[in-house]
């Protein structure tokens, strides 16, 4: 064996060594980068899951006042639809009492043309 073998096998040594004390190096950089880059998305993941527990409360909140909304709507149509009943049968009504009124004045007409019949000369008292 010559002298010089081993001095060349421990360069090399140092130099696998070396390269492989890189590639650890690049490696560690790597986990560390890629364990920031899963909190970050894990903190992104939490602040999705809040957003959504809040989207869903406002949207069960909507859905409630536009039940509510649609309640309060059938209502007023209800009342709206008595209300034109009602309108309707006073219509009916006022068209009677104007009928009745018209028939009085009519008989009241008659009645006092047989009275001014009465009290041209006719019948003994004036």
């Given amino acids: 064996m010559c002298p010089q073998e081993p001095l060349q096998s421990i360069t090399v040594l140092k130099t696998q060594l070396a390269r492989d004390d890189k590639e650890l190096a690049a490696l560690r950089h790597t986990v560390a980068a890629l364990q920031a ?3 970050e998305a894990a903190q992104r993941a939490e602040r999705h899951k809040a957003d959504a527990a809040a989207a869903s409360t406002q949207a069960a909140a909507s859905t409630c006042r536009a039940a509510d909304a649609a309640r309060r709507a059938a209502a007023g149509e209800a009342a709206a ?14 068209m009677a009492a104007r009928r009745a009124a018209d028939d009085a004045k009519a008989q009241a007409a008659r009645w006092v043309v047989r009275v001014r019949g009465l009290a041209c000369g006719v019948c003994r008292w004036r």
């Avoid at 639809?81 to 006022?94: D, E, I, K, S, V």
Wanted: charged residues 20%; hydrophobic residues 65%; glycine residues 6%.
């Fill in 81 to 94: 639809r008595q209300a034109r009943a009602a309108a309707a049968a006073a219509g009916t009504l006022l």
């Fill in 37 to 39: 880059a899963a909190e």
